[in-house]
């Protein structure tokens, strides 16, 4: 037996949730926990969470992703501080970590959010790979994440608007991390042919 026949690759994920007042204890993080709801029912892999709950401090942000992505995390989603605020800075301490800036994903999630509000063109959402991890900023609201994670759906589940996490398994393949296989209910990943693995044996 091939290791593909064995399972789906492990996948390490780090988790960045950016507010002044949950990292105080003013109120409870929504962020986190929605992001793992998200990501267990889109991923067939066994997942490692590595999370942190930090404020809107520049430094602090950088520090954080640097250290996920040496730690060995092939994904690393952030959630808040990505707005016009004094105080929000997630998008510059992501882009100062940066090696390579993949500005399609901070394009799809506005397109993806003007569906709904106005004030998606407010958002500063960034993506960047740092090595052989990718770093993607998203919204703030646990709603807006699956959204923008998943896209639009119509009433029969029919995609109308891609979300951006079809374009993330690709991605991490070419930067050298593990093959990420998607729950299609969810949010079925794009790969070109040659790069798409054959069915497992006995599926």
């Known amino acids: 037996m091939s290791d593909w026949d064995s399972g789906p690759e492990a996948v390490r994920i780090g988790l960045v949730s950016v507010s002044d007042r949950a990292s105080a204890g003013v109120y409870q993080d929504l962020g986190l926990p929605a992001l793992k709801d998200w990501l267990h029912s889109a991923l ?11 404020p809107d401090e520049e430094a602090l942000i950088s520090a954080a992703l640097i250290e996920l992505a040496d730690a060995g995390c092939s994904l690393v989603l952030t959630t808040g501080g990505t707005g016009p605020a004094l105080r929000d800075v997630t998008p510059e301490a992501t882009l100062a970590v940066a090696n390579k800036v993949m500005p399609g994903f901070g394009e799809q999630m506005r397109q993806i ?16 790979i740092r090595g052989n991890s990718l770093i993607i900023n998203l919204p703030g609201q646990p709603k807006s994440i699956a959204q923008t994670l998943e896209g639009l759906k119509d009433d029969k ?26 729950v299609d209910s969810v949010c079925k990943a794009f ?5 798409q693995r054959p069915p497992r044996a006995g599926s």
Not at 44 to 54: A, C, D, Q
Not at 191 to 195: E, H, S
Request: glycine content about 6%.
């Open 44 to 54: 067939h892999n066994p997942i490692t969470f590595v999370e942190r709950l930090i």
């Open 113 to 128: 959010s003007l569906h709904f509000v106005p004030t998606a063109i407010l958002s500063r959402q960034v993506a960047v």
């Open 157 to 182: 589940g029919a995609v109308q608007v891609p979300g951006i996490f079809a374009a993330v398994p690709y991605c991490v393949d070419l930067i050298g991390g593990p093959y990420m296989e998607t």
């Open 191 to 195: 790969r070109p042919k040659t790069a």
